[in-house]
C-alpha cells in the first residue's frame, strides 16, 4: 500500500523482505560514547544476512545515532534553554520499520536528491530512463536509492571533532544511471556541537548527481506534535513552482506577496493554508526555494529554524543553491516514531539542501552533471542552540 508520495514500498527488493531481529532503540542502541570515539553496536539484520550497525557518536553537546543503512541519522539530541535534551529528528525504533515504510527518515539521499520528470533525461545526446517510484517521476534516486544500502562506515577524532566516513559505490546502470559513482560522506560533530555534512563523489562516465539529507526536524522533540509554531527564516528571493506532479515548470518565481515568503522570520503554519495553487499542488510546502547566494565555494548561512516553546534553533549553512522545504505534508498518522508516538501531518519537516529538481531536464538550472576526472563536492553545516 503506497502511504504517500514520499513513502518507500515495503517489499522493493528482496533485501528489503523479512527483516530478521534488530535491536531497539531503547536497547544496546543507547550506548553513549561518552565524547570519545564513535561506539559501534549491532542494530539488526536484512533478509540476506547483511549486518546493520548503529553508531552513537557525542561532542559538543550534540549526541547522534548513526545507522551504516542508508546513513540514517536515527536520533540526533540537543539541549533546550533550560539545558534538558530531547532528539529532534524523526525516526523508527527498529529496523524493520526502516525497511518496511520509512519516507526516508534521515535518510542519505541519491543519486539524485528530488525529482527527476518521468524518470527521464538526455546527457551528451543519450537517453536514460530511471527507476521509476512517485507517480510517473523518480523520486530520490529509485525504488533503491543510497537511503536503502548499507554503507561502509569508518569512524574518526580529529583534533577535537569526531565523525564518522561513510561509503558507497554505485555501480553503472544502477536505478538507470550512468557511470559507477563513488560516493563518500562525512558526518562530523565539532567541538562547538555542529554537525557538518561533506559529500564527494566521482565518476566513470558522464551522469548527474544531487546527493542530500532527509533529516525531519521537530526542534519541540520528535513527537511532540505540529511544527507549524516553528519560525522559519530562508535567504531566498525566488522559488521554483511545479506542476501537479510536483516538477518544476522552469520558471524562477518570486516569493515576494506569496506564502512562499520566508525572508522574513514567521510561523511555518502561518499560510500553509492559504488557497495559492503552489501550496494545493504541495498540500502544504514541498518546493525548492532558490538561494539568493547561489553556489559558493565555502557554506553560507541560508536557514534558521527557530521553536518558540523550547528555544531551540537550528542554523544552516551551505555551498548548495536550493533548499528544499517539506512541510511533512503526507505523514498521515500511520508511522510511529522512536518515541511510541505517532506521527501526524506537519510533525516534522525537512530542509534539504541541494540542486534544483528536475535539473537535468531544465537547460537554465544549476547543472548536475559530473564528469570522469571531476570530484562533486558539497558541504552544510547544521549549527545548533537555545
Known amino acids: 500500500m503506497e502511504l504517500s508520495r514520499r513513502t518507500v514500498i515495503a517489499g522493493a527488493s528482496a533485501t528489503a523482505a523479512g527483516v530478521a531481529a534488530t535491536t531497539a532503540l531503547g536497547g544496546t542502541a543507547h550506548a553513549s560514547p561518552g565524547g570519545g570515539k564513535p561506539v559501534r553496536t549491532l542494530f539488526g539484520r536484512l533478509a540476506d544476512g547483511t549486518k546493520v550497525h548503529s553508531w552513537s557518536l ?3 553537546g550534540t549526541r547522534m545515532r548513526v545507522l551504516s543503512y542508508g546513513g540514517i541519522v536515527q536520533s540526533l539530541e540537543i539541549p533546550d534553554r533550560r539545558g534538558r535534551r530531547a532528539n529532534v529528528s524523526l525516526g ?18 541519491g543519486r539524485y536528491g528530488n525529482r527527476i520528470g518521468k524518470g527521464r533525461f538526455t546527457l551528451d ?19 533503491q536509492g543510497f537511503d536503502k544500502r548499507v554503507w561502509d562506515v569508518e569512524p574518526f577524532t580529529r583534533g577535537s571533532d569526531v565523525g564518522l ?5 554505485s555501480v553503472d546502470g544502477e536505478m538507470g544511471y550512468p557511470g559507477t559513482l563513488r560516493t563518500k560522506v562525512t558526518y562530523t560533530l565539532t567541538r562547538g556541537g555542529d554537525w557538518r555534512v561533506d559529500y564527494e563523489a566521482t565518476t566513470d562516465h558522464a551522469t548527474v548527481v544531487n546527493l542530500t539529507s532527509h533529516v525531519y526536524w521537530n526542534l ?6 505540529s511544527v507549524h509554531d516553528h519560525e522559519l527564516s530562508v535567504a531566498a528571493s525566488r522559488y521554483t513552482p511545479v506542476d501537479q506532479g510536483l516538477i518544476p515548470t522552469g520558471e524562477l518565481a518570486r516569493v515576494a506577496g506569496t506564502p512562499f515568503d520566508f525572508r522574513r522570520a514567521k510561523p511555518v503554519g ?33 536557514a534558521t529554524l527557530r521553536d518558540p516553546s523550547s528555544g531551540r534553533t537550528l542554523r544552516i549553512a551551505t555551498t ?45 538550472f544549476p547543472s548536475t552533471v559530473l564528469r570522469p576526472g571531476r570530484t562533486y563536492r558539497t558541504t552544510t553545516v547544521h549549527s545548533f542552540g537555545a
Open 58 to 60: 557525542e561532542n559538543g
Open 92 to 109: 523508527f525504533g527498529t529496523l524493520e520499520e526502516y525497511v518496511a515504510s520509512s519516507p526516508y527518515f534521515g535518510a542519505l539521499i
Open 125 to 143: 545526446g543519450t537517453p536514460y530512463q530511471l527507476s521509476v517510484n512517485d507517480g510517473e517521476n523518480s523520486l530520490h534516486g529509485g525504488a
Open 165 to 169: 566516513r561513510l561509503y558507497h559505490t
Open 220 to 225: 519541540a522533540g520528535e513527537g511532540g506534535g
Open 270 to 302: 502561518r499560510d500553509i493554508r492559504t488557497a495559492h495553487q503552489q501550496v494545493l499542488y504541495g498540500q502544504g510546502f514541498d518546493h525548492n526555494w532558490v538561494l539568493d547566494k547561489g553556489v559558493t565555494a565555502r557554506p553560507e548561512h541560508v
Open 320 to 364: 548548495e543553491p536550493g533548499l528544499q522545504f517539506y512541510s511533512g505534508n503526507f505523514l498521515d498518522g500511520t508511522l510511529v516514531g522512536t518515541g511510541g508516538r505517532v506521527y501526524r501531518q506537519g510533525d516534522g519537516l525537512c530542509l534539504e539542501t541541494q540542486h534544483f529538481p528536475d535539473s537535468p531536464n531544465q537547460p537554465s
